[in-house]
């Protein structure tokens, strides 16, 4: 899917564009695990500004669940959780996908399994499974291995879908791309040029989507990417922004 492009800043934020942010590796530093990254003022307060600054389009698009994003942002900003399971639009109504099984039979197999190896972590997210291995990168091969070896008995229902060092069970047919399409047809985000800014693989579907539509995709850090611009890290992401809201 991805391909080595872009490596130019992108230009300067406008009001008339529509944001779409990732958070992990873009908005916030990563950490070890995902309840160990912190609640930050700073960056808060920055996407009040974007908010602001663009008149209320600026969504937040994670593989984090929706409670998780309100926890971290201390808001209840239009948002899709989950790689875009479910979705909060910017009248606040939330929609979830209904998968037509459920994960707790995988969930106990992988539990089991990832209880025998120190190191891994598997959240359980409600509408999917992640696994961590960024503790135990050494455990990448096995991690992948075991999360595939349980599809068989979800019957299509659902796929797996990489990042970095985590490797994740989610509802098949639902990506962040779909979620951008989603927000995009309705207000405030309707007829803008749409900004996606992203540093993950599950990243890959939005920028592609923001490329259909025309709009600016932008990668954060190194790596191969269908992204048009770069930007060279978290803090490059938050200096972009804050240039642009300071003018």
């Known amino acids: 899917m991805s391909a080595q492009r872009g490596s130019r800043q992108p230009p300067a934020p406008r009001p008339d564009w529509a944001y779409f942010f990732d958070i992990d590796g873009t908005l916030l530093d990563i950490a070890d695990s995902p309840g160990s990254v912190q609640p930050d003022r700073d960056v808060r307060a920055l996407i009040e500004a974007v908010y602001s600054f663009s008149g209320g389009a600026v969504a937040l698009i994670s593989g984090r669940s929706i409670r998780d994003v309100d926890l971290l942002f201390h808001a209840h900003l239009p948002a899709a959780g989950q790689h875009g399971t479910e979705r909060r639009d910017a009248a606040g109504r939330v929609t979830r996908h209904a998968a037509p099984v459920t994960l707790d039979g995988a969930h106990e197999r992988l539990r089991a399994a990832v209880a025998e190896h120190a190191g891994l972590l598997l959240e359980h997210k409600g509408l999917s499974l992640a696994l961590h291995y960024r503790r135990a990168p050494r455990l990448a091969g096995y991690a992948h291995r075991l999360v595939r070896s349980v599809l068989p008995e979800l019957g299509g229902a659902f796929c797996v879908q990489s990042g ?3 490797v994740e069970l989610r509802p098949a047919g639902k990506d962040k791309g779909g979620a951008v399409r989603e927000f995009m047809s309705e207000e405030p985000f309707r007829g803008r040029a749409p900004v996606f800014v992203g540093d993950d693989r599950t990243d890959e579907y939005g920028f592609e989507m923001v490329n259909r539509l025309r ?7 190194h790596g191969p990417s269908v992204a048009r611009w770069r930007l ?14 300071a003018a």
């Open 232 to 245: 060279r890290d978290v803090r490059a992401v938050r200096a972009w922004l804050e240039g642009a809201i």
């Open 164 to 166: 970095k060092r985590v």
């Open 215 to 221: 709009g600016y995709s932008v990668k954060v850090g």
